[in-house]
């Protein structure tokens, strides 16, 4: 707020008050002087509300990942390609209903091309997943490639993460370009719908998503 006194005298000038000019200078300095010292004032930086919940994130996805590996690879060690396309179809939800039941979070997987018609993406998750293709192509690498936010569905306030899937070596067998004649054939018995095939080493083949759900009192907790 400016000073009374200048405004008295603007109002009634004198021969002892200053002239406009000295006055506005002084106003002009009062207003710089604000200025800077706004300016030099700190901002805390924001409060990251997901922080709490992005390690047991991570290690959810890695514990996931890895037992969907090892299944995998003893099912095609124990038998022929084939049936280990019966054998996937049972244990990964098998292994995510075990991470759920142990610690809270909803467990699944999805893609932009999917086997199984009930992974397909939800609208959030299809954005996300077109997110990793864009990173990707820019040239990030999806072994580190993951997306975390609380947001709300229904007024219910909820975690949301999801980490990319590289396409590996053990992953080509039912979903490379080149699948042989009996795996293709188990494939199309089990998901007359399959879209998944036709991925190369390296590439996006969809993502882990985790979901748990918060309390009010969490929403906002730092």
Not at 64 to 85: H, I
Not at 191 to 201: I, L, R, V
Request: proline fraction near 8%.
């Amino acid at each position: 707020m400016i000073d009374r006194r200048f405004t008295q005298a603007i109002e009634a000038p004198d021969a002892r008050t200053p002239s406009l000019h000295a006055v506005g200078a002084v106003i002009a300095s009062l207003l710089i002087l604000a200025g800077a010292t706004a300016g030099n004032a700190e901002t805390p930086p924001p409060v990251d509300a997901t922080a709490p919940y992005l390690e047991e994130a991570r290690r959810l996805a890695k514990s996931f990942s890895s037992r969907l590996q090892g299944e995998l690879q003893a099912a095609l060690s124990a038998s022929e390609p084939q049936n280990a396309v019966a054998n996937c179809r049972l244990v990964a939800p098998a292994k995510a209903n075990e991470l759920t039941e142990q610690h809270g979070w909803s467990v699944a997987r999805t893609a932009l091309r999917v086997r199984n018609p009930r992974n397909a993406p939800t609208l959030r998750e299809r954005a996300v997943l077109l997110d990793f293709q864009r990173r990707a192509a820019a040239g990030e690498h999806l072994s580190a490639m993951e997306h975390i936010a609380i947001v709300e569905d229904g007024g219910l306030p909820y975690v949301h993460y999801m980490r990319a899937i590289t396409t590996g070596g053990v992953c080509l067998t039912c979903h490379g370009e080149s699948i042989d004649d009996p795996v293709r054939e188990a494939i199309a018995a089990l998901y007359p719908a399959d879209a998944a095939t036709g991925f190369t080493p390296g590439s996006l083949r969809g993502a882990f998503t985790f979901v748990r759900p918060l309390a009010p009192a969490e929403e906002h907790s730092p």
